[in-house]
């Protein structure tokens, strides 16, 4: 993959690259900077798959197979950003979501794991850059629509870049089926990456439809 070159809204200099293996240390420490509401002792299990996935690459459009990372370093080199993008766990759970479906939905959706800045280079178009970077290689690759986990005090900041948010995560599926994730304490957000897909209503909810379509 490629370096990418981008200047933030400010005279900062900001270099945003993939992530390789020798990172595993700074994606992990930039991500942990996400307050993820997980206890102390709950955090390794879930930032370790992150450290471990940089081990996995090819030659594909994604950073990593069906992972992508990106890290953001100002003009000396120092990483001060991160994003983290893969499956989510409930694309392959059979109690969520169809087994025939799942390799459609892997291939189409991606989610974001973790956006992540350091304070002293916050509100300065680190995350934007970062998050806008990942939706066109995402939409390059084929995905249709991209979802995260965001806090409420983020519903705005979401809201400017084009992404809905709700308390669910809705997603219609080509045989008519409804699929309706909630987790506590967070908001879904959702955008499409292609006109083939679209947010509609449905049961009253904003729904991504037309992401899985042939």
């Not at 991606?110 to 939409?139: D, I, K, M, S, W």
């Not at 449905?202 to 899985?212: D, E, H, K, W, Y």
């Amino acid at each position: 993959m490629p370096t990418l070159m981008a200047l933030t809204d400010t005279d900062t200099d900001i270099r945003i690259r993939t992530a390789t293996q020798e990172d595993g240390d700074t994606l992990v420490e930039l991500i942990a900077l996400v307050d993820l509401q997980l206890r102390a002792e709950e955090l390794p299990g879930a930032l370790d798959p992150m450290r471990h996935a940089l081990t996995d690459s090819d030659d594909g459009p994604l950073s990593h197979r069906r992972n992508h990372f990106l890290i953001a370093e100002n003009s000396k080199g120092a990483p001060v950003g991160a994003i983290a993008c893969g499956h989510a766990k409930w694309m392959s759970d059979p109690n969520r979501s169809p087994k025939i479906m799942h390799r459609r939905i892997v291939e189409r959706i991606t989610t974001v794991h973790g956006l992540a800045v350091v304070p002293t280079y916050r509100n300065q178009g680190v995350a934007r850059t970062l998050l806008q970077h990942a939706e066109q290689t995402f939409r390059d690759a084929g995905y249709t629509a991209l979802t995260l986990r965001h806090e409420r005090s983020l519903t705005k900041f979401y809201g400017r870049l084009g992404y809905t948010s709700h308390n669910r995560l809705s997603l219609k599926l080509p045989t008519g089926e409804l699929l309706s994730l909630v987790d506590r304490g967070w908001k879904h957000a959702f955008k499409v990456l292609t006109p083939t897909a679209s947010i509609t209503t449905v049961q009253g909810m904003p729904t991504i439809t037309g992401a899985l379509s042939d």
